[in-house]
């Protein structure tokens, strides 16, 4: 009785942590090409340092202003926030660059890629939907 | 709006595309920086910036960047500056060129060409000097990135080729290569102020070619980057008259002489670590030419034509750390050092060292607040035109304050 209340119990605490830990993944426009990116792809795109994609067409980087997802993408971009915008700053007042399309919250960034070939953005795989396609990192 | 309304029928004229493409791809950004400064013990850039201080102390630009094509991204800024006597706001075209990225050439391999006017990659920050928000301190070192040259190693008209390649578990390299020129005002400007502060007016300068590159390794620890940087300038030209006191012993005012610097070598070596919220930079320069001066000398005699050479080597060096303490708040402490040495006509040897200190406040993410201190011991930075009494004091120090908004 007292092991089931325990396997019960730690059940619970394992659904539970699962349903705050929301996975991110990334997503690009649902036409496009791209079925994986490597970890430097991923970063030379969200940094700037890579403009096109591989057939040439232009990269549109699409972010949060704030949030969750956003703290998860700079984390995994190995950046602060302030260091990502200043990041960007170089490039656009160099000519190096164009800003990335700030959106308010993540289905916007959801709506906005699956209206917009080749963007890519970085959001809660919950909140993917049609007109979408979700990218691994590898 | 108006401004974007005239932009984008025009770039959609030059590149031959339709209205409504290029409207999709335009971006307009600009900024408007206005600083205070106030030194004690001397001035530096203009004689009112000790004891009552100086609001001559300004940058801002505007520009227009679109993707027209595939791979093809062009666009221009126009600028302007006021630093105590230099610059007076002057518009100028800060960049304007078009890079068209080839992409994956190769297994690992991107490369990208660029032409037209673009600032020049040399060190660290010398191609993000005038952006006041991207870094925590109101200047850069200037033992390294002295503010008065600006306009000389800023920006040239020519091409760029950029390489990078992925190197796996060595990090990743990136290759830059530019050649091209620019072209100097004789009647005012950085250059100018320096030739006429030596008592030499000077007529025309020219420079043949510059040509340089860097390569920089983000080696495969997170955060550290080192870089190398070269820059060449070939047969510089300058011609003027002697005014007053002549830069050269013996040399006869009102006559006229003729400086060929045939190489100017400029070089930097770089270490850039961030860890987290901690930034750590240092850099070392190494700057060599030998100038050949031909003029009239007059020793007790008959006036002759004569040709001096001499040799000229500057080091310099800095440390600095910055730490973002608050998603707000940054601060900044370092050191700089920098020594200049003549050899010939005249040997000279100069050296100053100094420290900074500096705390920035993002406002907002468009708008920022910075105030920097800096103690100086030594005149190098210093020109006795621009001091009240002709005279320099050896140890000075200077206070700025500074805001900049970004959109």
Known sequence: MRMTFLLSLVSLVALSTASVQAEETVIVHGTSAITGLSEDEFKGYYLGKKASWPDGSKVIVVVLKDGTSHDKLMSKLGKSSSQFTTGWKKLVFTGKGAMPEQVGNEDELVAYVAKTPGSIGFVDTSKTKEGVKVVPVK | ?407
């Open chain 2, 1 to 407: 709006m108006r401004m974007r309304s005239l932009l984008i029928p025009t770039l959609a004229m030059v590149v031959g595309l339709d209205v409504a493409q290029a409207a999709d791809d335009l971006q307009i950004h600009g900024f408007v920086s206005q600083g205070f400064l106030l030194t004690k013990n001397n001035a530096i850039f203009t004689p009112d910036s000790e004891d009552s201080g100086t609001f001559e102390f300004n940058e801002l630009a505007l520009n227009v960047v679109a993707t027209p094509i595939d791979r093809l991204r062009v666009g221009v800024q126009i600028a302007a500056q006021d630093l105590g006597n230099s610059f007076n706001n002057q518009p100028t075209i800060d960049w304007a060129y078009g890079n068209y990225s080839f992409g994956e050439i190769a297994n690992g391999l991107d490369l990208a060409v660029s032409a037209g006017r673009f600032k020049m990659g040399h060190g660290l920050y010398n191609d993000f000097r005038d952006l006041d928000m991207t870094r925590p301190s109101v200047f850069l070192p200037m033992s390294v990135y002295n503010p008065r040259w600006r306009d000389l190693i800023l920006a040239i008209n020519g091409i760029e080729v950029n390489l990078t390649a992925a190197a796996g578990a060595f990090g990743s390299f990136e290759f830059n290569a530019y050649m091209g020129d620019t072209s100097f005002s004789a009647s005012e400007g950085a250059l100018h102020d320096l030739f006429v502060d030596t008592g030499m007016d000077p007529s025309s300068l020219n420079v043949e070619a510059i040509r340089g590159g860097q390569v920089t390794w983000a080696t495969p620890v997170d955060g550290l980057r080192l870089k190398y940087s070269l820059l060449n300038c070939s047969q510089f030209v300058a011609q003027g008259t002697y005014a007053g006191a002549a830069a050269v012993p013996g040399f006869v005012p009102g006559t006229d002489y003729s400086l060929t610097i045939p190489n100017y070598w400029d070089n930097i070596a770089s270490v850039e670590y961030v860890w987290n919220n901690l930034m750590v930079a240092a850099e070392y320069n190494y700057v060599y030419y030998q100038t050949t001066v031909d003029g009239t000398l007059n020793i007790g005699g008959p006036q002759v034509p004569v040709s001096r050479d001499s040799s000229n080597r500057t080091d310099a060096a800095y440390i600095s750390a910055a730490y973002r303490m608050h998603p707000k708040w940054e601060a900044l402490g370092g050191w700089q050092w920098s020594q200049g040495e003549s050899e010939g006509a005249q040997n000279t040897k100069k050296k100053w060292y100094a420290f900074n200190a500096a705390i920035r406040f993002d406002v907002t993410e468009h708008w920022l607040i910075k105030a920097e201190y800096q103690w100086t011991h030594g005149d190098g930075l210093l020109r006795a035109s621009e001091q009240a009494d002709g005279t320099r004091e050896e140890i000075w120090s200077l206070f700025a304050l500074k805001t900049t908004f970004d959109f």
